[in-house]
């Protein structure tokens, strides 16, 4: 059974700083792997999707990698800005589609 | 486009009582499927469905009933609300088949049973 964790999560970081979360899976046979944004009493908004042969995506400030071998993905804000406080949820796709608990975001003006 | 539509957005049911949670896409996505999301959990997959006609179970299924007589639409029916059972509720559809296919959601249904 595939498990996701996302760590930590919960951070808090002043405004302008590069900032990594983490999202780590148990099975490697996977088709993609996707970061979302959810905002407060909002549904899930998708801000990057790697398939299985892609090692990373970028939009704009974020940039998300893909390692299968060893389950992981990270998801890089550059420049963090207030606005991009949300919890951020990874979610990998196999059978079905697994998510972590997410991590919440604070950026402090 | 309207994308994914969730009604109602939110409810509040008495034990026992059933309601039917609506789910509609207007992308003509074959793959749909119910999550709730729980306080500190992830999205767990309650029923999902590839087709019309065609529907399956997912990772929390009991208490919960879909069906799919369309491609557009996919309700959620609780026969007999339990407090387990309150939680919000997400609605998610995407296109089969390619890996790079993006999963859409719908706003949320808070739902609480007392």
């Known amino acids: 059974k595939q498990e996701v964790t996302q760590i930590p999560a919960a951070l808090s970081v002043p405004e302008g700083e590069n900032l990594v979360l983490n999202c780590s899976f148990t099975?490697?046979?996977?088709?993609?792997l996707q970061w979302f944004r959810q905002d407060p009493g909002k549904g899930l908004t998708s801000l990057l999707l790697?398939?299985?042969?892609?090692r990373e995506q970028t939009s704009g400030r974020l940039n998300a990698s893909l390692d299968k071998s060893s389950g992981r993905s990270t998801l890089y804000i550059a420049a963090s800005q207030p606005g991009d406080s949300a919890t951020y949820l990874c979610?990998?796709?196999?059978?079905?589609?697994?998510f972590g608990a997410g991590t919440r975001l604070t950026v402090k003006p | 486009n309207a994308g994914v539509t969730q009604t109602p957005k939110f409810q509040v049911l008495k034990t026992g009582q059933s309601m039917t949670l609506q789910c509609a896409q207007d992308?003509?996505?074959?793959?749909m499927s119910w999550y709730r999301q729980d306080p500190g959990m992830g999205l767990r997959l309650i029923h999902y469905?590839?087709?019309?006609?065609?529907?399956d179970q997912g990772e929390v299924p009991n208490g919960y009933n879909v069906s799919r007589s369309t491609t557009e639409d996919f309700p959620l029916r609780l026969l007999s609300a339990a407090p387990s059972q309150t939680s919000v509720y997400f609605c998610?559809?995407?296109?089969?088949?390619?890996?790079?296919?993006?999963?859409?959601f719908g706003e949320g249904s808070w739902l609480t049973v007392v």
């Open positions: 979610a990998v796709r196999g059978n079905d589609m697994r």
């Open positions: 469905s590839v087709g019309a006609g065609i529907t």
């Open positions: 998610a559809s995407r296109l089969i088949g390619e890996a790079g296919n993006t999963i859409y």
């Open positions: 992308m003509n996505h074959e793959y």
């Open positions: 099975d490697s046979a996977i088709y993609n």
């Open positions: 790697i398939q299985s042969s892609q």
